[in-house]
């Protein structure tokens, strides 16, 4: 509740006047004079008849008052210090590209930080380019001007179930991908992408003094770095390293900053299908569910070994390493800790004269010379050496690593993903793009993500049903258990068909095998049994990799009994007959 006595003296911060306002608009104020609005809110006085504030923000009403001025009890209540901040990035969709006819209201507990620099209550478009804006990078690509986002329906959805006061702070720009998005340099340039975000994020961390949750969604421009191979249901990691990176670099100034990510939606048609399914896939598997995390070697001073005035190895940096040696003497460096048993790859520019190999245990990488690498080893010791290549040989070599890192990637820890492939999108030639009904959706998701996975608040599901097996019955049987009770079939949609076909999918050694039903398991109210043709060989399982309905909810999609939440697309799973 208000402090007492009433606060007195100049108040002109626009954020509190957005906010006296705002109250005013939603019936939670009843003031009998509208003067203490004016842009010196203390040219006038009212009395304050019934004072009631809104539930997120804890307060309680308060006994008639007399010569009460709004402002000053606006002031009172410190509403700046009880925000989280959420920094909203990405490209398109996280933009914003739905229909701005019918946004979802402002709420008096959602506030932003607009691209103009103002704090203010939070509006739709929620990233509209104001004056002030200080990223001139264009947005680009069909519809490309900021409209309806998932920002203000996921602050309504923070407000209401985790009785927080969401700060928005939009940073996202259409048609930009994660190279993009990384930082381009070791010091801060505001007029970047990544500047601006990080900027950004430390100025609503200064004003809250919370540590930002960061909000994100793409990048469907990155779609085509990850393929899938049916035969094996390998799925490629670019597209998580590029991301791990990313998040990575963000945590530098915010350590362990929570993620909430949306998956890829889907298309229409076309290749973008598959392109997002893929990536899709590569987002499903890096969901924190406390599993096997991404492995970055930290690059510290490698050992050397064998040097003597005339052979050297000097460590410019951790990471920047020169050999030379007059063929004398053997020359090696080394990084440790690693994992036997592991594949690694490791990414290097060498430049010079001179001739190395590469030992882990045994010796993979023999007589190679200046270029651009990325190599793959599986480490045999605990240690990766570099070796000058054989006796006699002169040596100048400097080695520049990018990195060094767990091949097979894994899951990104504290960063969580929303489910977006069923909800409606934009009709016609702009389809990769969420519609204002898909992204209030998608903000109701966010927001419960957020409640459930990081607050840990009982009694809220923010994830829905996620795949837990797939399990071979027999030659024409597959089971697909989830995490969670799976609702029936809607009406119409029979066999969880999206009207054409199931959304499940399965090969066989790389052959698409034809589906006959799919159907709840009668044993197991948490399953799926596929029905399939005959299969021989190495069984790989997808899930949502069709085309999908553009402005219409996507149909044969699979949901819990409870949210509803849907189980993500897709889901790219070997398993042996």
Known sequence: SFGRPLVSGTYYPSVEIETAKALWNSGYVSVADASVFDQDPLAGTSPLDDFNIARALSLSRQPAQTSANLAAELA?????????????????????????????????????????????????????????????????????????????????????????????????IGSTTFEQWLQPELTLDISTLFGALIL??????????????????????????????????????????????????????????????????????????????????????????????????????????????????????????????????????????????????????????????????????????????????????????????????????????????????????????????????????????????GQKEVGRRMGLLYADRVLKLPGIDGLGPRLVSVTSTDATHTKVKFSQNIAAAKAGETNYGDGTDSLFRVYDAGVEKSVTTVAIDGADATALIITHASCSGVRVVSYGDRAGQGAQWRKGVVYNTTSPLPLPAPAFIATSV
Request: charged letters at 10%; glycine letters at 10%.
């Open 200 to 437: 950004r994020a430390q100025k609503a961390a200064q004003r809250t003094g919370q540590s930002p949750i960061f909000v994100w969604y793409g990048h469907e421009s990155n779609s085509s770095d990850t393929v899938v191979d049916l035969a094996t249901g390998s799925v490629g990691s670019a597209f998580l390293w590029k991301m791990d990176t990313l998040i990575r670099q963000v945590r530098a100034y915010f350590p362990n900053a929570p993620f909430l990510y949306a998956q890829l939606s889907t298309a229409n048609s076309g290749v973008e299908v598959t392109r997002f399914a893929y990536a899709g896939e590569s987002q499903r598997r890096a969901h924190d569910t406390g599993g096997t995390y991404t492995e970055v070697a930290t690059l510290v001073a490698p050992q050397a070994s064998s040097v003597d005035a005339t052979n050297t190895i000097t460590s410019n940096s951790p990471s920047n390493i020169t050999m030379q040696g007059d063929g004398g003497t053997p020359l090696t460096f080394y990084y440790s800790n690693f994992t036997i048993g592991k594949a690694y790859e490791i990414a290097v520019t060498v430049t010079g004269t001179g001739l190395f190999n590469i030992t882990s245990g045994s010796t993979p990488y023999s007589n190679q010379g200046a270029g651009t690498y990325v190599y793959a080893v599986t480490a045999g010791a605990t240690t990766i050496s570099f070796s000058r290549q054989s006796s006699g040989q002169p040596t100048n070599l400097t080695f520049n690593f990018s990195y060094i890192r767990a091949l097979n990637g894994g899951q990104i820890q504290n960063a969580y993903m929303a489910v977006t492939h069923d909800v409606p999108r934009n009709a016609g030639a702009d389809s990769i793009h969420l519609s204002d009904i």
């Open 76 to 172: 009172a209540s410190q509403f700046v210090a009880q925000q989280q901040p959420f920094v909203i990035g990405g490209q398109s969709n996280a933009d914003g590209r739905g229909s701005i006819a019918n946004p979802s209201p402002s709420h008096p507990s959602v506030f932003m930080l607009d691209k103009g620099e103002n704090y203010r209550i939070a509006t739709e478009p929620l990233g509209a380019q104001l004056s002030g804006w200080v990223n001139n990078i264009p947005g680009g690509g069909p519809g490309s001007t900021p409209a309806h986002s998932l920002g203000v329906e996921m602050g309504k959805v923070l407000a209401r179930e985790a009785g927080i006061v969401p700060l928005l702070v939009p940073c996202a």
